[in-house]
Structure formats: C-alpha cells, structure tokens
C-alpha cells in the first residue's frame, strides 16, 4: 500500500509562490498518475493538476493554468507543485492522490485511491 505524505502549505501573501511536495512510501510513483486536488470547506475536492505515469504529460484546472507547475524527482520519489502568482482563491487544504485513470478521467477524484493527509495552503495579507 502507497502512504503518502504533503508539506510546505504555509500562509502566504496574494502574488507570492509556495512549492508543495508530496512524498511515497510503500512504493513508487512510476507505476501511477500522481494528482494534486484541493478543498475548501463545504466544497468538493476540486482538480487541480496532474502528472501522467508515463512521466511526460501534465494536465492542470483552468483556474492555475500558467501559474502552477506539477513535476516529480523520482530519485526523492517525491512529486512537487510549485504555486506562483498566489491568489485567495487559492487557499485550501491541498491534496495528492494516487491512481491510474484512464485519460478522460484524470480530473474525476473517484479514480485515485491513495491520498495524502493533506496541506493547508493559505493565501492572505
């Protein structure tokens, strides 16, 4: 079984940037899609980004396009989102998942069945 660990969500000024990673243990992330997602209260867990299995391509919600960058260190085994230009919109407790969803359905939270505990990334001045 895949455990995994998210850090580096902290509070953070509108404009500034954050790099949250997102460690495993138990096993490798070369076998799996590795996903970011996001929640605030009372909301669903939204999309945020996603890194294929193949290890080349990238997927990412409207809402960060351009702003944020998934990527992987497979000698840490560790998967990284880098979050520039901040916004308050962003705050949320940040998640990453697991899983091996066929392509249509990267974005669908349903198909990732490892989660981390999760990170909360506030966005304020």
């Known amino acids: 079984q895949v455990q995994l660990e998210e850090s580096g969500g902290e509070l953070v000024q509108p404009g500034g940037s954050l790099r949250l990673s997102c460690s495993a243990s138990?096993?490798?992330?070369?076998?799996?899609?590795v996903a970011w997602f996001r929640q605030t209260e009372g909301k669903e867990r939204e999309f945020v980004s996603v890194?294929?299995?193949?290890?080349?391509?990238?997927y990412y919600a409207d809402s960060v396009q351009g702003r944020f960058t998934i990527s992987k260190d497979n000698a840490k085994n560790t998967v990284y989102l880098q979050m520039n230009s901040l916004k308050p919109e962003d705050t949320a407790v940040y998640y990453c998942?697991?899983?091996?969803?066929?392509?249509?359905?990267?974005?669908?939270?349903?198909?990732?069945?490892?989660w981390g505990q999760g990170t909360q990334v506030t966005v304020s001045s």
């Open positions: 890194l294929r299995r193949s290890g080349s391509r990238t």
């Open positions: 138990g096993g490798t992330f070369s076998q799996y899609d």
């Open positions: 998942a697991v899983g091996r969803p066929i392509l249509s359905a990267v974005r669908n939270k349903e198909m990732y069945y490892y």
